[in-house]
């Protein structure tokens, strides 16, 4: 089964060039299957990018997947036009009454900041009690994990005397984990950022940490009594994301290292290889599954 999305939104042409099946409304309302409900919490500044990059993993399951785009009500982006967001997106105060099976919440540019100093703090612990009502389960990601750890938790972020820029080999830390089904003994995941989050106050929370690297710290923790996965990294990344990254920070003057383990021989003349789309699909659908699994078959039931 594919995933659900307006016929209108970019990601609809670019998942159907790639041969991941998409519907539109109309026919999706002909099939007698409930779809399940995921939502998109999207805090990143390019929109479309981000949209594509998850209705891509989301979409690659058997599953009928229906993908809602959530922003924060009072913050406007700057970064996408304001007819995009208008038509696609709703602000988080129009669907708190409503129930989903799902909820990603992206990172955001805002690492040097303290969680309290972001404009849209407060609203986003309404999300995050929110999602203990509302949500049957829920994946942050990057920055969005790092906030719902420290929420939920008080796990600190610390700030890096150099950001962490490249790709990373991971090791899996729990076989046995239903997250990482088909998972191999190691992976190579992206990372992006100038924060981490430190495995001995994570264990000091009572958390389980399922992926974990030498050089880059844990990155995949799970979250029971929460219905959460935190994932510090960035599986979702298309092959040319950290390039665009590294080449804005080139052209702005921003000091910045070759990523690392991610052009071939390290020149960043060369194309870049994508070394982790197929771990990528396996753990996004792996979550799906087990939403999948658990969730309760009327929506009305979802958190109670």
């Known amino acids: 089964m594919p995933i659900k999305l307006p016929s209108a939104l970019p990601a609809y042409d670019v998942l159907s060039n790639e041969g991941v099946m998409v519907l539109d409304e109309d026919t999706a309302t002909h099939q007698d299957i409930r779809p399940?409900?995921?939502?998109?919490?999207?805090?990143?500044?390019?929109?479309?990018?981000?949209?594509?990059?998850?209705?891509?993993?989301?979409?690659?399951?058997?599953?009928?997947?229906?993908?809602?785009?959530?922003?924060?009500?009072?913050?406007?982006?700057?970064?996408?036009?304001?007819?995009?967001?208008?038509?696609?997106?709703?602000?988080?105060?129009?669907?708190?009454?409503?129930?989903?099976?799902?909820?990603?919440?992206?990172?955001a540019p805002i690492e040097h900041l303290p969680f309290a100093d972001v404009t849209y703090w407060e609203e986003l612990c309404q999300v995050f009690d929110w999602t203990q009502t509302n949500v049957h389960s829920t994946f942050g990601v990057c920055w969005g994990g790092m906030a719902m750890i420290n929420y939920f938790h008080?796990?600190?972020?610390?700030?890096?005397?150099?950001?962490?820029?490249?790709?990373?080999?991971?090791?899996?830390?729990?076989?046995?984990?239903?997250?990482l089904r088909g998972f191999s003994d190691d992976c190579v995941i992206p990372v992006s950022r100038w924060t981490e989050m430190r495995q001995d106050e994570i264990d000091g929370?009572?958390?389980?940490?399922?992926?974990?690297?030498?050089?880059?710290?844990?990155a995949l923790v799970e979250d029971p009594a929460h219905r959460a996965l935190y994932i510090f990294n960035h599986f979702e990344y298309d092959s040319g994301t950290l390039k665009q990254e590294y080449d804005r920070d080139v052209a702005n003057g921003t000091p910045i290292n070759v990523p690392m383990n991610y052009y071939p021989e390290d020149d960043p003349t060369k194309d870049p290889q994508n070394r982790w789309r197929s771990h990528a699909h396996l753990l996004y659908g792996n979550w799906i599954n087990e939403i999948y699994q658990s969730t309760p078959f009327a929506l009305d039931q979802i958190g109670t």
């Open 36 to 107: 399940l409900r995921i939502a998109l919490l999207n805090l990143m500044p390019k929109k479309i990018q981000t949209e594509n990059q998850f209705a891509r993993l989301i979409g690659a399951t058997p599953l009928q997947i229906e993908l809602s785009l959530i922003r924060m009500s009072e913050h406007q982006t700057k970064n996408t036009a304001a007819a995009h967001m208008a038509e696609f997106y709703q602000p988080f105060s129009a669907v708190q009454d409503q129930k989903f099976d799902g909820l990603i919440i992206t990172g």
């Open 154 to 179: 008080g796990v600190k972020k610390h700030m890096l005397d150099h950001k962490a820029f490249g790709c990373f080999r991971h090791v899996n830390m729990a076989p046995a984990s239903p997250y």
């Open 205 to 218: 929370a009572g958390l389980t940490t399922l992926i974990t690297s030498e050089e880059a710290g844990p």
